[in-house]
């Protein structure tokens, strides 16, 4: 049996997949692409072309930094043309751009050739600007400085592939400018280079900001629906490994992350979300069903297990045709996508039904319908000087189970593992051949009575019978979760031992003083009326 080799071997299962989240050790290589050409297949014919122009020349990407100072004529002056060619310079300098060009490239271009200088060469002074400008049409220069010689701009050529490189250049570049650059100027790094990594790394921080809120929400959400938090935090677990499994492999395997690697992520959470309410709301019936935790998760594995691996596998399935594609988005979008439904379905079989197994899960159903028995719950002795919060921690570690009228609570002989708090209906307790083979009662239990404790506390066999003398609902709670409760919560423990404590000998007193009466009754009969009797 599966579920019996899975909790018989939970250590070493968890010790295999704690060995595979280390794999998220691979997430500081995880790296952002935004270069088109990477899309493109390694032997494709233009993919090769663009290799060879970005080796021989320049570089196909460009982008500009804008400079700005907001009074005409500004760039006429020789001091701050000094400015956008220190820029120049530090870009040449950085050796990450072989090529940058500016209106200072053609006034130095211009003034060699009236200088007569070995190389280009801006003018010294203000006045040789304006000579040279009587040369110098506005229009072959438009592209470099506005009408009004307020605005200039530096064009920059790079064949920087690696979004990690290219954003450190422009942040470097931006420290520069902000450390050298004239306080009269301002200056913005922008163009197509620059905004292509903006938007990139704004839609992929979307993405990853939407599998975060995804999962909190999912915390959120499960934590409201089964009235704690630990259920919300425990559900987590399935849906973040194979998130945590792609990344890594992403980074171990060089895999760049875009919007289609992000995508396959979005799904894995939305498998793996789908797959584990699935598992804790079937749990929870059958936990109520059968009042055993490990039958419940056996129930639950062999209920879901079917349809959760068809569906699995047919996902698998057709998002592995994606992996026959030329274009490596698509390509890596749908092996990413069979690795992390492969994982989510690992998590669903393994961490699912471990997490889960240490819950006894209530949801906000069930606990609206005890709210709906308020004065049975808060004027049970069970719950006696109990806070309503103390109250509903309780609630949360136990079961309501439904008898039919006639049926069996517990019988003699039985293990003593649960006793029961009656919400609604009657029990009949009675000792078996107690007088001359014929049952004695021993009592009776209405709404909010307890019974079943004594042979629990005493960790004995069942001495007695229960019967359900009516259509009746009790809450129960086990041994397993009243030690959980001493454990996890000591006031409670204390509160509730005492109250049981004081009900048992309540009890006890009134069944002695009982067996007494009856005892002096006896005495009291005639030969003839006891035999009668």
């Known amino acids: 049996m599966y579920w019996r080799w899975l909790y018989r071997n939970r250590r070493g299962v968890l010790l295999l997949l704690a060995a595979a989240v280390t794999g998220a050790a691979g997430l500081p290589g995880l790296q952002v692409n935004h270069s088109m050409t990477d899309s493109l297949a390694r032997g494709s014919g233009v993919r090769a072309q663009v290799e060879a122009v970005n080796q021989r020349l320049a570089g196909l990407e460009t982008f500009s930094v804008m400079i700005d100072s907001g009074i005409q004529d500004t760039f006429l002056k020789v001091r701050y043309l000094e400015e956008i060619q220190a820029i120049q310079d530090y870009i040449a300098a950085s050796g990450l751009s072989r090529s940058t060009t500016s209106f200072t490239d053609y006034l130095a271009l211009l003034n060699r050739a009236f200088q007569e ?100 929400f999912f915390v959120i959400i499960m934590s409201l629906l089964f009235t704690d938090p630990r259920v919300g935090l425990l559900a987590a677990l399935p849906n973040a490994f194979p998130v945590l499994v792609l990344f890594g492999v992403m980074g171990y395997a060089g895999i760049p ?53 068809a569906t699995s596998i047919a996902l698998m399935v057709g998002f592995l045709t994606f992996g026959l594609s030329d274009f490596d988005p698509i390509r890596q979008f749908g092996l990413l996508s069979a690795l992390v439904i492969a994982s989510a379905l690992v998590a669903d079989f393994v961490i699912t039904p471990l997490a889960i197994s240490t819950l006894r899960l209530v949801t906000l159903w069930d606990l609206l319908s005890a709210r709906l028995r308020h004065q049975v719950i808060h004027h049970s002795v069970l719950f006696k000087g109990m806070r309503p919060w103390q109250i509903r921690r309780f609630i949360l570690s136990s079961t309501i189970l439904d008898f039919a009228a006639g049926e069996a609570v517990f019988c003699s002989g039985e293990e003593s593992n649960d006793l029961y708090l009656v919400m609604k209906g009657a029990v009949e307790v009675s000792l078996p051949g107690a007088r001359g083979g014929e049952a004695l009662v021993v009592d009776q239990f209405g709404a909010g009575e307890v019974f079943g404790d004594v042979a629990l506390l005493a960790g004995e066999p069942r001495r007695s019978n229960a019967v359900a003398m009516v259509n009746t609902s009790l809450l129960v ?26 009900d048992v000998s309540r009890r006890w ?19 003839d009326e006891k035999n009668k009797t």
Request: hydrophobic share 45%; glycine share 6%.
């Open 117 to 216: 200088l070995e190389g280009p060469q801006l003018p010294l002074s203000d006045a040789e600007v304006n000579e040279l400008m009587i040369f110098l049409d506005h229009r072959h220069v438009k592209a470099y400085v506005s009408e009004d010689y307020s605005t200039a701009r530096i064009l920059v050529r790079h064949n920087i592939a690696s979004t990690r490189e290219l954003q450190g250049f422009v942040d470097d570049l931006n420290r520069f400018i902000a450390d050298h650059l004239d306080p009269g100027l301002r200056a913005r790094v922008t163009g197509s280079s620059v905004l292509t990594l903006s938007a990139t790394g704004a839609m992929i921080e979307g993405q990853l900001q939407s599998i975060l809120l995804l999962l909190l």
């Open 477 to 502: 709670l086990n041994r397993d979760a009243l030690r959980r409760t001493t454990l996890l919560h000591p006031f409670i423990a204390g509160r509730l031992f005492y109250n049981l404590a004081t």
């Open 257 to 309: 992350l875009n919007i289609g690697t992000t995508m396959a992520a979005a799904i894995a959470i939305g498998i793996a979300v789908d797959d584990t309410m699935h598992f804790m709301l079937r749990y929870n019936q059958e936990l109520r069903r059968t009042r055993s935790q490990s039958q419940a998760v056996h129930s639950t594995l062999q209920g879901e297990s079917l349809p959760v691996l």
């Open 509 to 527: 007193v009134v069944f002695v003083e009982r067996l007494r009466q009856d005892e002096l009754q006896e005495k009291r009969l005639s030969p």
